[in-house]
T-cell receptor, first 113, second 109 residues
Framework: GEEVAQTPKHLVRGEGQKAKLYCAPI?????VFWYQQVLKNEFKFLIS????????ETGMPKERFSAKCLPNSPCSLEIQATKLEDSAVYFC???????????FGSGTRLTVV | KNEVEQSPQNLTAQEGEFITINCSYS?????LHWLQQHPGGGIVSLFM???GKKKHGRLIATINIQEKHSSLHITASHPRDSAVYIC???????????FGKGTRLHILP
């Protein structure tokens, strides 16, 4: 399809529980990016993929966050043992190539209580 | 470290006014992006530019590479233009976007 599909739209987890977010990039887009929006206008880069390979993971809190993009499956972002500060909107974006713009998904709002 | 600065932070204008939002950055980039985030939270990519000027409908984006500055203009503004406009930059070497803090625009009918 022509949209980046993120699921679920909302996710509530108790502190310490696991959270798993999904992103289906636009078909044919090789690059996938995950961003965390904590405050209204504060975006933090988490990780990017080129196809199923990690391209840049410098933004990932390694101890609890992991992500995958496997062939023929939506990409996923998993948070083990969620903390209150993980509450944020997580956006996925995909891009066809380095010269193209990005298409963003509608985000998943994670609330850790 | 690249900083992306936007001004103004907040802007309220009357319907029909010409709107300008400014963005400056501190180091060389490969592309500059203008994004729109609506109150519902969704993000729309408006422009990606590396030089010159682009126009789409009532929106115009310009970039001056030498001055490390870009502007987003909205002509004949309308209440439906009310949103947060975000300037972001990227580099070819790693492609991740660094976001500015956004400009909250409110157009009054």
């Amino acid at each position: 399809g022509e949209e980046v599909a993120q699921t679920p739209k909302h996710l509530v987890r108790g502190e310490g529980q696991k959270a798993k977010l999904y992103c289906a990039p636009i078909k044919g887009h090789s690059y996938v990016f995950w961003y965390q929006q904590v405050l209204k206008n504060e975006f933090k880069f988490l990780i990017s993929f080129q196809n199923e390979n990690v391209f840049d993971e410098t933004g990932m809190p390694k101890e609890r966050f992991s992500a995958k993009c496997l062939p023929n499956s939506p990409c996923s972002l998993e948070i083990q043992a969620t903390k209150l500060e993980d509450s944020a909107v997580y956006f996925c974006a995909s891009s066809q190539s380095r010269e193209q713009g990005y298409t963003f998904g509608s985000g998943t709002r994670l609330t850790v209580v | 470290k690249n900083e992306v600065e936007q001004s103004p932070q907040n802007l309220t204008a009357q319907e029909g006014e010409f709107i300008t939002i400014n963005c400056s950055y501190s180091v060389g980039i490969s592309a500059l992006h203008w994004l729109q985030q609506h109150p519902g939270g969704g993000i729309v990519s408006l422009f990606m530019l590396s030089s010159g000027k682009k126009k789409h409908g009532r929106l115009i984006a310009t970039i001056n590479i030498q001055e490390k500055h870009s502007s987003l203009h909205i002509t004949a503004s309308h209440p439906r233009d009310s949103a947060v406009y975000i300037c972001a930059v990227s580099w070819n070497r790693d492609d991740k976007i660094i976001f500015g803090k956004g400009t909250r625009l409110h157009i009054l009918p």
